[in-house]
């Protein structure tokens, strides 16, 4: 009797762009709910401060379109591989879009790092599921550039 998944067989087209969505669009997703007070109302997003005038609320909004745009050159160069026709849009992506995304979220997450761990943190007024939600997007984002930018450029 022989299996139908042999160790060899890759996995459909179909299965690898739906994990591809949700690995991508989790987090702009879950930001965006956050932002427009969906998963914790009356929280922490509208919090306003001094000397900084940026609430969590706005950075969420920002972070959850950024990424969002990010994911589509990402969704091209997957569907451009599939066809065939990836060695101009592959390079363009990596050489021009991919750094450029990379630097910009770079700086983003340091913004959102400093509002939240300097500014919102000390005052208790996130709730929990927020609270939570941000350490682990600020700290994956930390060190997902760190990880991308230690990476040896690919030739």
Known sequence: MTSSLSSSSSPPVAFVLLLAVVATLAFPVVDLLFAFDVLAPHSCQHTHFAHFHL????WLIVDGIVQ??????FFIVLLS???GRCGLV???????IQPLQHVFIFIWTIVGCVLFWHFLLPTGA??????AFMWMRLIGGVVSVVHHRSQPPRR
């Not at 969002?68 to 050159?73: A, G, K, R, Y």
């Not at 592959?90 to 021009?96: D, G, L, P, R, S």
């Open 55 to 58: 609430t969590l609320y706005h």
């Open 68 to 73: 969002l745009l990010s994911s589509v050159p």
């Open 81 to 83: 591989a599939k066809n």
């Open 90 to 96: 592959h390079f363009f992506f990596q050489t021009v």
């Open 126 to 131: 996130c709730v929990v599921g927020l609270d």
